[in-house]
């Protein structure tokens, strides 16, 4: 598993829906995070579906051809499970390297939000759907959307990214440049419109990642971190 760069960074974000015999329908995304020799699903725990024993799945490569991951049937028949806490939810997920899958790392994450400068550029990579998608067809690629920061600080985390519909938990990303090319940092998840912004304003509330590595770093995490390194030995 490798960790992204500017030019492919949305093959870390995955959509996630529910699929029946026919159709797969979205309810929302979810980041790969990579804790070697591991790789975590996030999202967040208002984007899953109110009823547990939904059949969720993840596109973890998407397009005509793309691989559609049965996540329900994984924890059915494994003894990975959700973890949930503080808003996040996070499952452990193995990957093939033919789905071409990548992980953001905590280095390439932002994980003090109150430093960020305010109308720093960020970026969003959603989807965009009609009714629902016939099986096998997975999603096309996400659209790149743009935006700013617009507060940073213990109040919360706010953008001027948009939300599309069927996008709850699509990642947020701060562009910075280090060196010659831009680089991408992972600032958190978008899992609302700001309740009290004008119709004529795009505001998203932005929930930063560092809540999303403090679960993974819980003892729920650890314990079924270790069980399954425990049973791959």
Known sequence: MTVPLYSDWTRASVALGIADDERWTPFGQ???IVQRPLVWLVTLESALPADAEAPVSAWVSPGNQ?????????HEHTPISWIRGNGWAATLCPVKPEWGTKAFNQEQSV????QLPLL??????????????????????????????????????????????????????VVVTTGKEPEVRLLGLIEAAHPQAPPSQTLTVV???????ALLSSEAATAQRELILSQST
Do not use: K, W
Request: with cysteine.
């Open 207 to 213: 929930r930063p990642i560092s809540g999303a590595f």
């Open 66 to 74: 793309g691989t559609l991951f049965d996540l329900s049937d994984l």
């Open 30 to 32: 979810a980041i790969l």
């Open 120 to 173: 720093a550029p960020c970026t969003s990579g959603q989807y965009v759907y009609g009714a629902g998608l016939p099986l096998p067809t997975g999603p096309s690629q996400p659209y790149l959307l743009p935006g700013v920061v617009s507060a940073a600080g213990p109040g919360g985390l706010f953008t001027t990214l948009p939300l599309q519909p069927r996008n709850l938990g699509a990642p947020a990303c």
């Open 111 to 114: 994980m003090e939000h109150e």
